[in-house]
């Protein structure tokens, strides 16, 4: 059986989808190779501007033009991508095509709050409605996300199939002291949020949430590492209402490489993660394999994902993430309750059964084509 697969993904900066079609596509082909299954995977990408790699098939369009097509009858792509059996779009985006198709969906945010998404993405979720009404088959990476996907699709041709893990960082166990990368979190306790500042990710509940705790404990910090976004300006007008002093004790990085990134990681007291929707999550199990207990919201995907390692509150709920906050920054045992946990959860996620899940569904796919 003949699959493409969509990589563009992979192609720039990395964010957490492309890390997610990168290492799903890792284990796909290593699972091919160990069970000498007859799969063969050819990889293509819509960009006239990203450089192909060897074996990569570009389709002959850029992306923008594509997703003005795609959203309508278009011809079908089969010749361009090699007359596969199956296609598979990684980024909510399939090709039509004549084959049997296969899309991923991460979260139903845009779908349900296309004020908050960019002109490209609005037309993303156009060509993706039309995918599904022309019969194409979703994957997502959580159960909530797969009923969203039923209700807003209106379609029964979906299934959940998790990820693996991330990929280990360099920040490793919390061991020993380390060296300090942010000079003025040297030895004090802090919470960490990790994240663009779109709203989906609920910043200013967590700085509601951090005021309430700083007046509870005098030398915790909030560090909020990310890239400016849509609600940037809104935690900013959060912060400015805070007292001076509790203001002065949020930092905010930016965006962080991975080695900083890492190590905050297994420096912090805790990631706090009160999003609004989550598709899967990956701060989440990054947390749990740094030893750092995760403090979040019960939206999306969170629950399934994080299980009994962490604290949850609702997403909107100020006071009770600042409890929750407040548990774990004092409580010894809790922390480390939690970090057992962490480690017992992520033995639930691996990438050769998300390979083997998926395989099946590309052969059923096609067989019901």
Aim: hydrophobic share 40%; proline share 6%.
């Amino acid at each position: 059986m003949k699959v493409a697969i969509d990589v563009g993904p992979t192609h720039g900066r990395r964010t957490g989808i492309g890390n997610a079609v990168a290492w799903t596509i890792d284990a796909l082909r290593q699972r091919a190779s160990i069970e000498g299954d007859s799969t063969d995977f050819e990889s293509y990408l819509t960009s006239l501007r990203a450089r192909t790699r060897s074996g990569e098939r570009r389709l002959p369009m850029p992306a923008a033009m594509a997703l003005r097509l795609w959203a309508h009858r278009s011809p079908p792509m089969d010749r361009w991508l090699g007359r596969p059996d199956v296609v598979h779009g990684t980024n909510y985006v399939v090709p039509p095509a004549d084959c049997a198709r296969v899309v991923s969906v991460y979260d139903c945010w845009f779908l349900e709050h296309p004020e908050d998404a960019e002109p490209d993405v609005r037309r993303a979720a156009d060509v993706l409605r039309r995918s599904v009404a022309d019969g194409a088959h979703v994957v997502t990476s959580s159960d909530a996300t797969t009923r969203r996907v039923r209700e807003l699709l209106g379609t029964d041709r979906v299934r959940t199939i998790l990820l693996g893990p991330p990929h280990p960082g360099n920040g490793g166990e919390k061991s020993g002291r380390r060296r300090t990368i942010i000079p003025e979190l040297e030895d004090q306790p802090f919470v960490l949020a990790l994240g663009t500042m779109e709203r989906r990710k609920n910043l200013t509940t967590l700085v509601n949430a951090f005021g309430r705790l700083a007046h509870e404990h005098e030398s915790v910090r909030l560090v909020i590492a990310g890239a400016a976004a849509n609600d940037t300006d809104a935690v900013n007008r959060s912060i400015a209402r805070l007292q001076p002093d509790i203001a002065a004790r949020i930092i905010r990085t930016g965006p962080v490489d991975d080695t900083t990134k890492q190590w905050l990681l297994s420096a912090a007291r805790t990631l706090a993660y009160p999003s609004l929707d989550e598709g899967f999550g990956f701060p989440i199990l990054e947390a749990q394999q740094t030893g750092t207990p995760v403090v979040a919201s019960t939206a999306g995907s969170i629950p399934q994902i994080a299980g009994a390692a962490a604290l949850l509150s609702p997403a909107r709920d100020a006071e009770a993430l600042a409890a929750n906050l407040y548990w774990i920054v004092t409580n010894d045992e809790m922390h480390a309750k939690l970090v057992r946990r962490g480690h017992t959860n992520l033995r639930r996620f691996s990438w050769e059964a998300t390979a083997s899940r998926l395989t099946d569904t590309y052969h059923e796919v096609a067989d019901a084509h």
